[in-house]
């Protein structure tokens, strides 16, 4: 699980000392970082913050900076921070910044008080902006490769009622992440978001502080999964992801017995133990409904648990020709095999998951082009919008049920759907990448194992995107 580790890190945290922050520190804290640095207001909240996280690691040095977000002005706020982050720093590095503090005030637009509708932007889009700026050119005059994050909210998508300070600064720091990365990623310093939902924080209510190990959250220890389209490329990184992850069992679809031992050597790098299975299918030539019914009916028997807990909806086609012309064959074996494959076995899976009462999660591979129409790619366009779409419907219907649904977008990989554009198309996408290179399938190995594991619990119906920054630019 060394994807998931942070040792000899060091990490700034604004408003760590409880509710989202503090998870966020008892994260960091599990995965072995080797410093927080924390900011607070009240020292038994401070206390209290760093007993709990000395539960998930008894060994993390925690030094602290006493902030006022409210009545401090905020390029002292922000001069204080970083000297002082630096100056504590026990490697003279800081690795990662969180952008968490934050405050929220209620009124309707029209009596919204000025102070009040300041005061918001101040703490919630002015300082972490400049926090941002000045943490993170220092790490790239260090040439520290830095991550930092920020907090923005379901209120940076929607606009939400007597929130309207809120939403203009959670907006705001969603768009400034993208900006910022596009100018950053490729010198090192990735850039992101977490947007929480609604959480029991002293914004909303209290919040109930689960205490366990981390880690395990991540861990696949016993459970089973089937992923079409697994012997290379993206598929190969989600198989390998998941053997690290300690998977029990993979069963994979395959074409070719030599990419098929090929594939399973990979895995195998990550785990020796994982058992693997194999069903072989030509998602071109055979029927959409005998594929189906040979999957479904291959994987429950070969289970060896007699469960299926994961499913990863990967396989797929593409073909280029301008819509006007484009072959009615190949148009109709795109759309088969990318979307009416795809939505089938999720139907057939998802119905036996919800029988058997199996905790399920269903992973299917979308695009960017599930968010852009693309060229001369129609339908394939057609396929990745629709089962995008897709997966947002079935998890409002099942994820109360126990089964999440969501999907993984890559950006551009190297991969064999890749291989006929022009080396021009490939010059202009070169160009506009943030981070400044192609994905690898070492690049699916995280987030694959992220939305099958307990570690993304509260996440359902979402499109995790994977592009190296190209749809924020």
């Not at 300041?118 to 005059?141: A, Q, W």
């Not at 696949?220 to 089937?226: F, P, Y």
């Not at 019914?293 to 990863?312: E, H, R």
């Not at 070492?442 to 190296?468: E, H, K, M, N, Q």
Request: charged share 20%; hydrophobic share 40%; net charge neutral.
């Amino acid at each position: 699980m060394s994807l998931f580790r942070l040792d000899g890190q060091v990490a700034v945290i604004t408003g760590a000392t409880s509710g989202i922050g503090l998870a966020y520190a008892e994260g960091l804290a599990s995965a072995g970082i080797k410093q927080l640095i924390l900011t607070y207001r009240s020292q038994p909240t401070l206390d209290a913050a760093a007993n709990q996280i000395k539960q998930f690691n008894p060994d993390v040095v925690i030094s602290s900076i006493y902030v006022d977000f409210l009545s401090m002005e905020e390029d002292e706020i922000v001069e204080l921070v970083t000297t002082q982050a630096y100056s504590c720093s026990i490697t003279g590095a800081i690795d990662i910044l969180i952008n968490n503090a934050g405050i929220n005030e209620r009124h309707p637009v029209e009596s919204f008080p000025q102070d009040k509708f300041d005061n918001v932007i101040k703490v919630d889009l002015t300082i972490p902006m400049k926090l941002t700026r000045c943490i993170g050119t220092k790490m790239l005059e260090l040439g520290t490769k830095g991550k930092i994050v920020n907090t923005a909210s379901v209120l940076s998508f929607q606009s939400g009622v007597y929130t309207a300070a809120y939403t203009t600064a959670k907006g705001g720091l969603k768009n400034f992440t993208q900006a910022v990365a596009n100018e950053w990623s490729a010198r090192g310093v990735r850039v992101n978001c977490l947007a929480p939902g609604y959480v029991g924080t002293n914004m909303t209510g209290t919040m109930s502080v689960e205490n366990r190990e981390l880690m395990s959250s991540f861990s696949l220890e016993g459970q089973v999964a089937v992923v079409t389209g697994a012997t290379s490329g993206i598929g190969l990184g989600y198989a390998e992801g998941l053997a690290s992850a300690g998977i029990k069992q993979l069963i994979l679809t395959y074409r070719s017995h030599s990419t098929l031992d090929a594939a399973i050597g990979e895995i195998k790098k990550f785990n020796a133990d994982v058992k693997i299975d194999s069903i072989p299918v030509d998602f071109v030539e055979e029927k959409e409904d005998d594929i189906v019914d040979k999957i479904f009916t291959q994987a429950y028997n070969l289970s060896v648990t007699g469960a299926i807990d994961i499913l990863i909806n990967n396989a797929g086609i593409t073909e280029r020709s301008r819509v006007e012309t484009f072959p009615q064959d190949k148009f109709d074996a795109v759309i088969k095999v990318d979307l009416n494959i795809p939505v089938k076995l999720t139907q057939r899976f998802g119905a036996k998951m919800l029988e058997l009462g199996t905790k399920g999660k269903i992973v299917a591979t979308s695009s960017l082009l599930s968010f852009q129409g693309g060229y001369a790619s129609s339908p394939y366009a057609v396929a990745k919008g629709g089962i995008k779409q897709f997966t947002q419907a079935v998890a409002n219907e099942w994820s109360a049920r126990g089964i999440r649904v969501n999907c993984i977008a890559p950006g551009y990989v190297r991969t064999k759907l890749t291989d006929n554009m022009s080396q021009e198309s490939k010059d202009l996408v070169d160009k506009r990448i943030p981070m400044g290179r192609w994905a690898d399938r070492s690049d699916f190995r995280g987030p694959i194992v992220f939305l099958c594991s307990d570690a993304s619990s509260y996440v359902t119906g979402s499109t995790l995107v994977v592009d190296g920054g190209w749809l924020g630019r």
